[in-house]
C-alpha cells in the first residue's frame, strides 16, 4: 500500500524546516517501545528472556506522550514485544493520532482480530499496522516458534484491510 500523500507532505516540509534552521541532524522516526512483553517465543528474539519485573511494566500513555513531544519526529514506529499486549494500546494509538503522528504499530497480528473487533482502533490515516512475517506459511511458522500463527496473522492482515486499515 502506498504511502498517503498527506504523509509525504508532512515530512518533507518537517525536512524543509529543519534544513532552514540549519540543523543536519534530526529525527524522522522515533521508535518507542511501550512495553517488552511478547506472546510469541521467537528462537532469534531475546526480548522474553528479561526478568518477570521488567516484563510487566508498561509506559503509560502520557509518558508516551511527553517522549513523542520531546522527539518532535513526524512518525512514530510502536514496535514491543508486542504493542498489542499493552493495556491502554487503544488510548496510545488513539493519543498519537490526535496529535497528527504517523504511526507504524509493529505487530505479530495473533491478537490483531481480536483488537478490531473489539473496537480498540478507528481506521486513519495516521495509522498503519506493520505485520511481521517471516515467509511463506512453514517458514513463518518456523521462525516464530508457533504451529498456525501465519493462519492467525493472516486473518488479522485480512480483518483490518475488510475494516478501511492500512
Known amino acids: 500500500m502506498a504511502v498517503p500523500v498527506s504523509q509525504m507532505w508532512t515530512v518533507a516540509t518537517y525536512v524543509l524546516k ?3 534552521k540549519g540543523n543536519k541532524r534530526y ?3 522515533l521508535m518507542l517501545e511501550p512495553l517488552f512483553r511478547c506472546n510469541l517465543a521467537c528462537a532469534g528474539c531475546g526480548k522474553i528472556q528479561y526478568p518477570g519485573h521488567i516484563l510487566r511494566k508498561e509506559l503509560t500513555p502520557e509518558q508516551c506522550f511527553k517522549a513523542v513531544e520531546e522527539c518532535g519526529a513526524p512518525m512514530v514506529s510502536l514496535p514491543g514485544g508486542e504493542p498489542l499486549m499493552h ?10 493520532v490526535a496529535r497528527k503522528k504517523y504511526i507504524y504499530l509493529c ?9 478490531l473487533e473489539q473496537g480498540v482502533f478507528k481506521p486513519s490515516k495516521y495509522l498503519t499496522f506493520s505485520v511481521h512475517m517471516d515467509g511463506p506459511k512453514e517458514s513463518h511458522d518456523f521462525a516464530v516458534c508457533k504451529v498456525g500463527g501465519y493462519e492467525i496473522a ?9 475494516r478501511g486499515f492500512r
Not at 87 to 96: A, D, K, S, W
Not at 107 to 115: F, P, R
Open 154 to 162: 493472516l486473518e488479522g492482515i485480512q480483518e483490518a484491510v475488510k
Open 27 to 29: 529525527p524522522l522516526v
Open 87 to 96: 493495556t491502554q494500546i487503544g488510548q496510545l494509538v488513539e493519543g498519537l
Open 107 to 115: 505487530t505479530n497480528a495473533l491478537l490483531l482480530k481480536e483488537k
Open 18 to 20: 529543519q534544513k532552514l
